[in-house]
Nanobody, 124 residues
Framework: QVQLVESGGGLVQAGDSLRLSCVAS????????MGWFRQAPGKEREFVAGINWGGTTTNYADAVKGRFAISRDNAKNTVFLQMNSLKPEDTAVYYCAAGPLGPLTISWYSYDYWGQGTQVTISS
């Protein structure tokens, strides 16, 4: 079992930056691919970014490509999401997820463990 706890969300203005963190416990995350998803009110949960176990491969949703960056520190069992040039449409609850090793996908069902989420609100 892996427990995931996100932090770093908050209320910021458009154009600002935020850095989300996800700390894992229970097992080392070196045996998992990691991802970030988000869900806005009334919308489906959507993929944001993913990273392989070694941090050498990443993928991003088109909506965040060039603005967001996912990274991981396996020694600290932590995954990060650096979010720059934030827009009001980035407002959502952001979830960290861990999935078994394999190809990075955008599908939420390829991830087995989820955090409780952290709220990100961008004002215009």
């Amino acid at each position: 079992q892996v427990q995931l706890v996100e932090s770093g969300g908050g209320l910021v203005q458009a154009g600002d930056s935020l850095r989300l963190s996800c700390v894992a416990s229970g097992r080392t995350i070196t045996t998992y691919k990691m991802g970030w998803f988000r869900q806005a009110p009334g919308k489906e949960r959507e993929f944001v970014a993913g990273i392989n176990w070694g941090g050498t491969t990443t993928n991003y949703a088109d909506a965040v490509k060039g603005r967001f960056a996912i990274s991981r520190d396996n020694a600290k069992n932590t995954v990060f999401l650096q979010m720059n040039s934030l827009k009001p449409e980035d407002t959502a609850v952001y979830y960290c997820a861990a999935g078994p090793l394999g190809p990075l996908t955008i599908s939420w069902y390829s991830y087995d463990y989820w955090g409780q989420g952290t709220q990100v609100t961008i004002s215009s």
